[in-house]
């Protein structure tokens, strides 16, 4: 059985305002728990179902989490009801601590900037197909869903501890200054721009901010203004609109 | 308020042995419901929120129903706990009447065969992004989720009304049929299949099957055996996997 002290501070962790007053967040999962024993994120504890503790998978978590000094606590199949983010527990959690990002963190290489991309599935998914193509650097706007909510994390599928990310307190401002003070330029996905489905088009990774907007409401006139370039994923159905995740993964495609 | 006959038949059709025994599915939302009384698909019954039907949103909904002599109900909030599918009621659902699909329906233009898709979020997105991108014909093997699943229908964002969807009870016996009968090429994404992102390759879509696994587990091996050609999205990050319907979008993105 848990402490109610640990109980309680697991279950305050699904709320967005007390991850921001602990600086801390919680990752479910074999994989998830073992990339983050495996990156540089520093994790706090580590919280295994008791009667999982002898299993293969677990057992190399426990191990590496007491080679590195970090605490272990087994919970009971009556703890599991408050502390479990999802449906169904999968067997091991752990309380990492929030990286603190700044802008200049994020001026290497490209980043993938999103404006009010408010849908957890949808950010986790982003940090993920990101990762996969390689790249390291995410912006997000100031309304965008909070990157530590449960579901986004669960989302990334680990990914999360291979990126960095800055959230803005003023996205248009941050883009300016990767404009003025760092020579990037900014490519926009609007419903407007350039099909990026024609034959010949070369979108270079070199210093470039690919920005996408919300599914209903794009990317703010701010932001298209001062935008270098637009693209758009033509379509030929019936369907309205593109899933967001799914724009940064056919663009990331295309890019060198 | 709902009648008890309703609400219950509304409660049944939430689980999967129902919808198969009456031949029925829930769209819920306003552009769902626009969409189902918009297509073939025959409406069986409207419910709308009571509270709501003056809105003009409801009010057209309401109106298109009743000159297509579609019974409209009304319910009060006290129904809506038993009758909603996601947390929070959009205010409007429809009864649909499941729509039977033969193999020979989909052999018109290219398909989208998904083999062992179990998450009903990516099952929906890529029916959206297939219609986005203009192929109306999709081959479930046997053992993907349910199509008519809340989950699934939500993410089609009313895109399952404007494909075809034909479930395999022997995925390998269909394709095989398409290939042999119809003159399909079939082509699968793999791990070690031609490199995707490379300059000069020409998908076409003529009388072409796209076949994608799960995520966990890939394209069988039998499916694998058939293929004309394999093809990979190489990654460069360190993720260890892309979700399926991203997959999906960046293929169709390549195929003229």
Known sequence: MLQNKIKKHLTQL???KFRKEFQEFIIEGVKGVSEALN???????????GSKRDEKDFAQIIELAEKKEIPVEFCGRDDVVSIKT????????????QREVVLEDITDGSIICLDQVKD?????????????????????????????????????????????VFRASDVVGSLGKLKSEFGF???????????????KIEISRDRTV??????????????????DKKYTILGKGQAESLNVAISVGVLLSKVR
Chains 1, 2 share one sequence.
């Open 120 to 164: 957890p599935g949808n950010l986790g998914t982003i940090i993920r197909t990101a990762d996969w193509f390689g790249v390291k650097n995410i912006l997000l706007s100031e309304d965008c869903v909070d990157l530590h909510n449960p579901k986004v994390v669960r989302g990334t599928m680990g990914s999360i501890f291979h990126v960095n």
């Open 39 to 49: 990156s540089k994120f520093e994790v706090i504890l580590v919280v295994v179902d």
């Open 86 to 97: 999802t449906d169904t527990f999968p067997g091991v959690l752990a309380v990492v601590e």
């Open 210 to 227: 690919f920005v996408f907007g919300s599914e209903s409401h794009g990317v703010r006139e701010e932001i298209e203004k001062m935008s």
């Open 14 to 16: 699904q709320q967005k």
């Open 185 to 199: 330029k900014v490519i926009s996905m609007c419903m407007d721009g350039e099909n990026i489905n024609r034959d």
